[in-house]
């Protein structure tokens, strides 16, 4: 009885923490807003693209980046074999072709140090290939990257056109940083307080070369924030935002696909802790997988399995997902911890490969 009191004040304590960062985040977190003033017509602006194996998401995506009113738009193709500079040349892209992967480089980070070094731009954005933008998009980066005052400015991509297996681990990225991670903590000159997401970063570019440009975590799977940590640690703003409609996102195209890109990542998430990350899968598990498991005795019990159900549907309105669909999603919540198993399984390993590549962990 005292073990079972004790297991319900703490996962109580776990969901009221984590539903107290989302109404911060809910009143506070930046949206991109269509109606930013249009770009200075002294300000150059690179959108930046890194491609390795993109030939299925470019019509789909690059079309939109092109129509930016931006000074140039670069798409750097890393070593694809898919076809992707014939398809983004035949859209209308300057494609750049990008020197073989150097010894102690991750491929992302060297593809995007050469387009740095390419680009003419006074601001510096880049953006993975299966990112969509839509009209408006640049402005309104470039506006909440001016208003902040900011030498980084994130973006959160809205999920979207996603599969039902997608739909199982992909959108817990707007889950973690919306639940576990309150704006004003964020905006802290504390390093660890921060996160980015290299779907979209807007960076100065005085502030991008000052530490060297994406030669600074050359080495890192989680190049993205932990980049963004080391700019705040060098006395840098960082901030962050949500892409709403103008920003989208279709990470992975089924569930295999998003259980390599978990694995991916997991290790850096968890700060580079695999003891850690053990523990909070266990914790995760319990805290949402086992209230169903155990008979719903009590109204405590009925209530702990309501919050497991309501957490993901909330972070979607939150995040400007509205669509049945979306909101549905909510009912994967007792379930998402041994979905996100084969992902933890992977990132055990001491390797890890991505994009054809095989990186040491």
């Not at 681990?169 to 996160?195: G, H, I, K, M, S």
């Not at 990542?265 to 997988?289: D, I, K």
């Amino acid at each position: 009885m005292k073990l079972e009191r004790a297991y319900l004040g703490l996962a109580f304590a776990f969901f009221a923490l984590k539903g107290a960062t989302l109404l911060v985040n809910a009143l506070t977190f930046p949206r991109l807003k269509r109606e930013a003033p249009t770009l200075p017509a002294d300000l150059k602006v690179s959108i930046l693209v890194p491609a390795r194996d993109e030939a299925h998401n470019l019509p789909r995506t690059l079309p939109g980046v092109l129509n930016q009113p931006v000074t140039e738009v670069l798409l750097l193709d890393d070593g694809s074999q898919d076809g992707t500079p014939e398809v983004a040349r035949r859209l209308g892209a300057q494609v750049l072709m990008g020197l073989p992967l150097p010894p102690g480089w991750m491929g992302k980070s060297w593809a995007c140090q050469q387009l740095a070094q390419a680009a003419s731009g006074d601001i510096l954005i880049f953006t993975d290939a299966d990112v969509r933008w839509q009209e408006g998009a640049a402005q309104a980066v470039v506006h909440e990257l001016w208003a902040r005052q900011a030498d980084l400015l994130t973006v959160l991509p809205r999920p979207e056109d996603l599969t039902l297996g997608a739909r199982f681990l992909t959108p817990l990225v707007d889950n973690v940083v919306q639940t576990f991670l309150p704006y004003p903590l964020l905006q802290t000159r504390w390093p660890l307080a921060t996160t980015a997401n290299g779907a979209v970063m807007a960076f100065r570019r005085e502030a991008y070369w000052s530490l060297g440009g994406h030669a600074t975590v050359k080495m890192e799977m989680l190049e993205d924030t932990v980049f963004a940590r080391h700019l705040k640690a060098g006395g840098h703003r960082v901030t962050q935002a949500s892409g709403q409609t103008l920003i989208g996102v279709r990470m992975y195209r089924s569930y295999p696909e998003s259980i390599q890109g978990f694995s991916k990542n997991a290790v850096g998430v968890h700060l580079n802790s695999r003891p850690l990350m053990v523990g909070l899968a266990v914790w995760q598990f319990a805290a949402y997988t086992l209230p169903w498991l155990l008979p719903a005795r009590t109204l405590a019990w009925q209530a702990l399995r309501a919050m497991t159900l309501l957490e993901r549907t909330l972070v979607n309105l939150v995040t400007g997902r509205h669509a049945p669909a979306d909101l549905l999603e909510g009912l994967l919540g007792p379930i998402t911890p041994l979905l996100a198993l084969p992902g933890y399984r992977r990132a055990l390993k001491p390797h890890v490969t991505w994009k054809g590549r095989d990186y040491p962990q």
